[in-house]
Each structure stands twice: as C-alpha cells, then as structure tokens.
C-alpha cells in the first residue's frame, strides 16, 4: 500500500508564511506527478499546485506569485511553501501523488493524503 502523509498546517496571521510537506512511503516504482489541493468549508476542493517528475510547476491563479511548490525525490517528498498568506487561503489542504506500484501501467494509480488545516487570521 501506499500512503501520503501532510504535515506543516497550523494557525498563523496574514501576511504570514508557512511551509507545508507531504511525504509518500509504502510500495512505489516510480512518481509521475504530485500537488496540492484545498477545501474551504461548505466549498469544492481545488487545485492548489503541481509538480511532475521531470520539475514542471504549475498553480492556481489565486496563490501565483505567493505559493511555490518543490521537491525532494531522494525522499519522495514534496514542499508548499506559502507566503504573504491571505484569510482566504484557510482551508484543509490535502497531498495528491500520481504513483506506480510496478512498470506496467496497470500498477498506476492516485494516492491522497489525511489532509493539514491551515488557518490565516486577520
């Protein structure tokens, strides 16, 4: 099996920063892709950022310019690391990992985390 976990949420106020992490562990061949999601209250999860295996990033509107995503292949283990946060930026945000369990594409499946609350305060 193959499990995500997030880390890194918390209470913080505006204009702040945080930096939050999502590591996979478990049976994995190889990771294609890996990003951010968020869900507000009483609102739809939404795409947050991207990143591939081969390092192409992409982000939501909303957070361009003030989010970056990264990653640490050694340790199958991507960053979101946010600035100049915004009240609106409250949510739960959950990992998400496009992963194969073996070659065959058969084994390609996609992963979510538990999902860390961050909170941002006016």
């Known amino acids: 099996q193959v499990q995500l976990v997030e880390s890194g949420g918390g209470l913080v106020q505006a204009g702040g920063s945080l930096r939050l992490s999502c590591a996979a562990s478990?049976?994995?061949?190889?990771?294609?892709?890996m990003g951010w999601y968020r869900q507000a209250p009483g609102k739809q999860r939404e795409l947050v950022a991207t990143?591939?295996?081969?390092?192409?990033?992409s982000y939501a509107d909303s957070v361009k310019g003030r989010f970056t995503i990264s990653r640490d292949n050694a340790k199958n283990t991507i960053y979101l690391e946010m600035n100049s946060l915004k009240p609106e930026d409250t949510a739960v945000y959950y990992c998400?990992?496009?992963?194969?369990?073996?070659?065959?594409?058969?084994?390609?499946?996609?992963?979510w985390g538990q999902g860390t609350q961050v909170t941002v305060s006016s």
């Open positions: 998400n990992a496009d992963i194969s369990q073996r070659l065959l594409s058969l084994y390609r499946n996609n992963y």
């Open positions: 478990g049976s994995i061949f190889s990771i294609n892709a």
């Open positions: 990143i591939t295996s081969g390092g192409s990033t």
